[in-house]
Each structure stands twice: as structure tokens, then as C-alpha cells.
């Protein structure tokens, strides 16, 4: 058979549009299985991860309950979590609140005065220089920054008071100011004025032993002891309330010795917490991480209510003024390479030790990951130190073994059964 010129065009018209079709269909195939190739896969990366849990805890210390006459008003001498030497006066007692105004005001003044006197110091002036000061300042405002960052309130004192030093001392040093004399001058006089109008107190309050203050009482000092640890049961934990008493002859309390406790409703169903192990606990009332000794676990048959009671030796203000509050238990920090949990696979492989007659064959299950090297798809074992809700973190010691998965592998998240 032989075709005419115009229907061997159209066949060869018919032939290339067909083939440019079919190059489109593999082009775009291609194009969308590399899209889709990647969109499957993730990079196995180093991340960290904290496992941490809360619960509801009532602080028990070995308390003193204070009191005085409840005559006039108080002026307190030491704050919320402070020393006290034997002896040491706590309060005192005026007749009204004019004195404690006066108290407050002369102890500004004498505060103001000090550093004055510190400017003032020819010593002061001359050892300073302007690009050492000018350095200084710029340290210490950070310095402040930072402590107001951390919500230190003491030690955003203590830097204000070096920033005011610093700077003063520049004014002085680059002539921007004399001095601070007359400033001086004024405040002795104020203070002359306050000595002379200053009452004597109706009743001072003093410590008979060294301890820790605290300037309220909610009525547990007798009953949530060190000698209650052992029988307290999570009825009673979960019973006690945060409230402070209503008394007028209150002064506050006592606490003795360093130690404190923490006791607690948890869930140890997993075996989680043993007794001796060492946590990081973080009050919501504090933004530091305290470390505490599990001392005691024990569950009336529910681990899923089971008491936690924890020690610990360090103090500060902000642990004093709740009698409970919810805590964040860090059982630790771990560090390891993230994998998706939608992508872990487990694998049977049979295994066989020993040789000829005493060779023992069982079939072992590999927890792991395919991941895709290059056109090949492999399986990777994966050594799980952590779980999240969705991802898991993998050991970083088996780097090295190429059994195991490692950084910057491709996982699979799909396509692989």
C-alpha cells in the first residue's frame, strides 16, 4: 500500500505529537515523583528535648509559729525568707504608723547617703577613667537587663546601685557636674530631723534561735511536720490549701535548718521515680530549677496515685510564700537525632549464634526507619532515649555503626510498607 504526500504528512504530524506528548507525560511524571520524593522524606537532625512532668506540691518544713501582744503596728526588720541569728529582732511594734514611715524613709536616706559618700571618694575619681568607666557602664546595664530578665530582684538592686556609681562618677570626671556635696549636706540634715522625731517602740519581737523567717501563718505549721512525711497519705496532700491566717497577733514563724520537703500526688505507674534519685524541680511561683533527692514513693496499691515526697537544701524568698503550688518535675535532658513517630518501622530478622550443631537460630524485631540513599531504600535501626507525642529522639552513640540510623539520613515518611 503506498500513501499519497498529504497522508504521510498527516502520519508524521500524527507520529511527533504523540511522541511530544509522551516526553511531556515522563517530564512531568519525573518532575512530580522528585516532588513527591522529597515532600515524603525528612533529614535526621540532632535535636533536644526535656522530659518533664507536674503535679500539685505542698512544701512541709519544721515551722515555729510567732506571735506578740497585737498592740500598735509592726515594722518588720527582715524579709520573707531572710537569716535570723539568735537574738535577731524580727519586728517591733509602734504605736502607730507614722515611725515606720519615718523607718522606711531614714533607711532610703542612709542608702542614698553611702553611695554619695562612695562618688564622692577622691579615691574613687582618681582611679577612674573615662573609657574604663564609659565600659563599666555599658557592662553593668547589661548586667541589669539581665537580672530583670531573670526577675532577680535582689540582684537588679545590687547592679542599679553600681550603674548609679558609674555614671555619677563619669558626670564628675568629664565636668558634666561638680560634685555632690550640697546633696550630701541636704540628706544629714534629714536624717538629724528623723532621729529627732523617732518614737521608741512599744514591743520588740526577737528570735530565740537561728532560723529562716517568713511573715505569715496559714495554720499547717503543726501539722505538715518532718515527723508527718512517713504517714501523710495523697488524701490529706491533695486536701491542704494555700491560705494565710487572720490574726492580728501573728508575726509570722520560723523555719529551722536548711532542709525542706516537697510532697506530692503522682502518677508512677511506669516505675518512673525510685528513691534516691536526684531531680530538678521548678516552682511556678520562682524562675530558678532547684535540685531535690526523691526521699520516699509509696502508693496505697495505685501507682497512679502515688505520693512523692522530695528534699531538698536550697532556699530562697519565692519558696516561702505558698504552702503549695504546681511544680515541674525534670526527670532530665536528652539529646539525639529527631524522628518522626509516623515513620518507625519494626523489622524481623532471624539471627543466629553458635556454629555447626550448637548453632541457635531466633528471630529478633529491630525498632528503625527506611531511609532513602540514593535510588536504594535501606532499613536503620533507631535507639529510642526519648518520646514525645509525636517524634522520638534516637541515641547519638551508635554513630559510626552504619546499622543505625545517622545524621542527616533521608527518612522515609511514607511509601514504604
Not at 515541674?328 to 549464634?353: C, D, Q, S
Amino acid at each position: 500500500m503506498r500513501f499519497s504526500g498529504t497522508e504521510s504528512n498527516a502520519l508524521v504530524k500524527i507520529l511527533r505529537n504523540t511522541v511530544i506528548v509522551l516526553f511531556l507525560v515522563i517530564f512531568v511524571s519525573v518532575i512530580y515523583n522528585l516532588k513527591n520524593r522529597d515532600s515524603d522524606t525528612e533529614s535526621a537532625l540532632i535535636s533536644e528535648a526535656v522530659a518533664s512532668a507536674e503535679f500539685r506540691g505542698v512544701f512541709i518544713r519544721d515551722e515555729t509559729p510567732v506571735s506578740y501582744s497585737g498592740m500598735g503596728v509592726l515594722s518588720y526588720s527582715v524579709a520573707d525568707g531572710g537569716k535570723l541569728g539568735s537574738g535577731s529582732t524580727i519586728a517591733v511594734a509602734y504605736a502607730d504608723d507614722s515611725q515606720i514611715s519615718r523607718n522606711r524613709e531614714k533607711a532610703r536616706l542612709e542608702k542614698e547617703l553611702a553611695i554619695l559618700q562612695k562618688i564622692q571618694n577622691p579615691g574613687t575619681r582618681e582611679s577612674a577613667q573615662p573609657a574604663e568607666l564609659s565600659a563599666s557602664i555599658a557592662q553593668n546595664y547589661r548586667e541589669f537587663l539581665f537580672a530583670r530578665d531573670k526577675m532577680d530582684l535582689p540582684g537588679v538592686k545590687s547592679v542599679k546601685d553600681e550603674l548609679i556609681v558609674g555614671m555619677s562618677t563619669y558626670q564628675i570626671i568629664t565636668s558634666e557636674v561638680s560634685d555632690f556635696s550640697q546633696q550630701i549636706i541636704d540628706i544629714r540634715s534629714r536624717l538629724d530631723q528623723l532621729s529627732r522625731e523617732a518614737a521608741k517602740p512599744i514591743e520588740t519581737v526577737a528570735s530565740p534561735k537561728p532560723s529562716y523567717f517568713v511573715s505569715y501563718c496559714d495554720g499547717y505549721e503543726q501539722k505538715l511536720t518532718e515527723s508527718s512525711l512517713t504517714s501523710i497519705t495523697a488524701d490529706e496532700i491533695e486536701a491542704v490549701t494555700d491560705t494565710r491566717l487572720d490574726d492580728p497577733k501573728i508575726v509570722g514563724k520560723l523555719i529551722t535548718g536548711y532542709n525542706w520537703y516537697l510532697a506530692g500526688v503522682v502518677d508512677n505507674s511506669r516505675q518512673e521515680y525510685k528513691v534516691g534519685d536526684y531531680v530538678r524541680i521548678r516552682p511556678e511561683s520562682s524562675p530558678e530549677i532547684f535540685s531535690a533527692e526523691v526521699k520516699d514513693i509509696r502508693d496505697d496499691g495505685d501507682p497512679k496515685r502515688a505520693v512523692l515526697i522530695l528534699a531538698c537544701r536550697e532556699f530562697n524568698s519565692e519558696l516561702v510564700q505558698h504552702r503549695c503550688e504546681n511544680i515541674e518535675l525534670v526527670r532530665g535532658t536528652y539529646r539525639g537525632l529527631k524522628v518522626p513517630r509516623e515513620a518507625i518501622r519494626f523489622v524481623n530478622e532471624e539471627v543466629t549464634k553458635g556454629e555447626g550443631e550448637n548453632a541457635v537460630s531466633t528471630d529478633v524485631t529491630y525498632k528503625g526507619v527506611y531511609v532513602l540513599n540514593g535510588e536504594k531504600i535501606e532499613f536503620k535501626k533507631i535507639d529510642v532515649i526519648y518520646e514525645g507525642s509525636d517524634y522520638v529522639l534516637s541515641s547519638l552513640e551508635h554513630i559510626g555503626d552504619s546499622s543505625y540510623l545517622a545524621l542527616y539520613d533521608d527518612i522515609m515518611i511514607e511509601g514504604v510498607d
